[in-house]
């Protein structure tokens, strides 16, 4: 998740300061923030551990957010955040949550990011002991 979690950032820095620098062109720019997507991506981009149950990345997901977004609620929010000309489009409530909460309260945001990294340690721990025989 490192790798895609820092370039997600990237394109949400990159947006907002060509957004900036576009504006007095007439060029209007947007980001597209959505959750988590019911599509393939999740099983072809992420490679899941051995240790989550089933080798699937959407029983994690489905932890963070039981319901996935479905590809046509993400362009019909696409499509209304551009006509209203928003810099930053989140998509979800996970994606609003955490829009919200590192644009207005950052240390809180890292300390929810600690106690999820934390809790995904510890249960796929539990899920290796477990797979060796071992409780």
């Known amino acids: 998740m490192l790798p895609y979690t820092t370039t997600k950032h990237a394109v949400v820095g990159l947006s907002t300061a060509l957004r900036a620098e576009a504006a007095s062109r007439g060029v209007r720019v947007s980001v597209l923030c ?3 997507v019911d599509t393939p991506l999740l099983d072809e981009v992420y ?4 240790s989550i149950e089933g ?3 959407r029983g994690q997901v489905r932890m963070m957010q039981p ?3 479905t590809p046509e609620a993400v362009a019909a929010r696409a499509v209304s955040g551009l006509a209203a ?3 930053i489009i989140p998509v979800g ?3 609003h949550a955490l829009w919200r909460l590192n644009r207005y309260a950052p240390p809180l945001a890292r300390g929810l990011v600690r106690v999820q990294v934390s809790a995904h340690r510890s249960l796929n721990g539990r899920r290796a002991n477990a797979s060796r025989g071992r409780v």
């Open 85 to 87: 000309n928003r810099a």
């Open 34 to 36: 959505p959750a988590f």
């Open 93 to 95: 409530w996970l994606a």
């Open 67 to 69: 319901r996935m977004l």
């Open 55 to 57: 080798g699937s990345v």
């Open 47 to 50: 490679a899941a551990p051995a």
